[in-house]
């Protein structure tokens, strides 16, 4: 079974659309992340939730919206989007308590034509 | 806040040959540091992590690092390298009871035949 998982794998759309990419964890775990990864493999953070409260919010465009409808799910919601947004979007999860470990869903490429 | 800074951005190896890839971190609390590897189009995996304890770390792999508070480093090493070995290798940091992760720059290890 998939301990995180995140749809769609790939995503391809236009300038000013507005798409959702979805991430769900199996693993019993009360915190989730939101990372981009630019083109030169830069990993930045964008959000975090532990028990569905946002806990991180760093510098980024009120375009990117996350909303953690329950502990398992962390869906990040992009409105208008810009060819800038392109990049691989990794979804993560981590218990604080036990092993510390992060753990990563296989990403989404998003590419904004 | 804390920065991670992985000197290596390519560091190509021949196959058995050992392998060190650099990392140092500045923070003025204690850290939690961790390396991760990523393969071609895949999330992001821990292949160890120093907490406390031991400043010789063991990881997954045959991967292995070592915690030096006074050089603010935690460089991973393997004694001899597989083809399967190539990959992009992150450092990442975390404060003690904190909740981000501040991830390196990456280094792309090339194993070559």
């Known amino acids: 079974d998939t301990a995180v998982s995140q749809t769609p794998k790939y995503l391809v759309t236009q300038m000013g659309n507005d798409k959702s990419i979805k991430c769900e964890q199996n693993?019993?775990?009360?915190?989730m992340y939101w990372y981009k990864q630019d083109s030169k493999k830069f990993l930045k953070i964008m959000f975090s939730?532990?028990?569905?409260?946002?806990?991180i919010n760093e510098t980024v465009p009120n375009r990117f919206s996350p909303k953690s409808p329950d502990k398992a799910h962390l869906n990040l919601h992009i409105n208008s989007l810009e060819l800038g947004d392109s990049a691989v979007y990794f979804c993560?999860?981590?218990?604080?308590?036990?092993?510390?470990?992060?753990?990563f869903g296989p990403g989404t490429r998003l590419t904004v034509l | 806040a804390q920065s991670v800074t992985q000197l290596d951005s390519q560091v190509p190896v021949f196959e058995e040959a050992p392998v060190e890839l650099r990392c140092n971190y500045s923070?003025?609390?204690?850290?939690?540091l961790f390396w991760y590897v990523q393969y071609p189009n895949q999330g992001l995996q821990l292949l160890l992590k120093?907490?406390?304890?031991?400043?010789l770390v063991k990881g997954i792999n045959g991967f292995e690092a070592e915690f030096n508070k006074s050089q603010t480093s935690f460089h991973l090493r393997k004694p001899s390298v597989h083809i399967s070995d190539t990959a992009e290798y992150f450092c990442?940091?975390?404060?003690?009871?904190?909740?981000?992760?501040?991830f390196g720059t990456g280094t792309s290890l090339t194993v070559i035949p």
């Open positions: 939730y532990n028990n569905k409260e946002l806990i």
């Open positions: 120093y907490l406390s304890g031991s400043t």
């Open positions: 993560a999860s981590r218990s604080l308590v036990g092993t510390d470990t992060q753990y």
């Open positions: 923070s003025s609390v204690s850290v939690y």
């Open positions: 693993l019993g775990h009360d915190t």
């Open positions: 990442a940091v975390r404060g003690a009871g904190g909740n981000q992760f501040y």
